[in-house]
């Protein structure tokens, strides 16, 4: 088997750190969403993420602010405190045919759902696929550290994804975490048809 069924925080350190390098396209006004879903409507796979501003008061949970979705090459980043969630992007999510990579997804579609109903369509959960190739340390870090060999930095997780203009920083680390899940969900699907 090519893939460790754990990595240690030691490893992933060793690891060299890595950033998605490809076109990143911020979309901020909700007349922008449909230009954006028709590119996204012709990939076939998209890795899928969100980030929501901390709440560093007990009880008080925000809603979320980014949805990540992204290609090999582009990462297409919804500000959803500007936009909300339209209808094409509604039919995105429910798309069956177009599948939606994501590592804890449950909890990311929980509250999208808070923002805008909808019934979920074509969505993976890595941390549940991931089972059959004996692989036990599901997060994001580990599986790209176990999986693409790679470190991918958390520093930005609690900044203010609700901040009028996203920092260079911020925008490498949102499209770097949903392309992650698409180059993870891609090496396995190489690895398991390598394998007949």
Not at 24 to 31: D, H, K, M, N
Not at 51 to 57: H, V
Not at 65 to 85: C, E
Not at 169 to 187: F, G, L, N, P, S
Request: proline share 3%; aromatic share 10%; charged share 25%.
């Amino acid at each position: 088997m090519m893939f460790s069924s754990s990595i240690s925080k030691e490893e992933i350190n060793l690891l060299p750190i890595y950033h998605f390098e490809g076109k990143v396209s911020v979309i901020e006004r909700r007349q922008d969403v449909g230009s954006a879903i028709e590119e996204l409507a012709e990939e076939p796979i998209l890795g899928f993420d969100t980030e929501t501003r901390p709440s560093f008061k007990k009880g008080r949970k925000n809603n979320v602010s980014l949805l990540q979705l992204s290609s090999a090459r582009q990462t297409w980043l919804f500000r959803l405190n500007r936009t909300d969630i339209p209808e094409s992007l509604v039919k995105l999510l429910e798309d069956q045919d177009i599948v939606k990579v994501g590592v804890a997804i449950h909890d990311d579609l929980k509250a999208l759902n808070i923002l805008s109903k909808f019934s979920a369509g074509g969505f993976i959960e890595l941390q549940s696929f991931v089972k059959k190739f004996n692989i036990q340390d599901n997060g994001l870090r580990k599986l790209a550290g176990n999986i693409l060999n790679i470190k991918i930095s958390k520093s930005q997780q609690l900044s203010n994804w609700e901040a009028p203009v996203l920092t260079e920083a911020q925008i490498r680390y949102a499209a770097t975490d949903a392309w992650v899940c698409y180059e993870i969900y891609m090496k396995l699907l190489e690895y398991e048809q390598a394998q007949y």
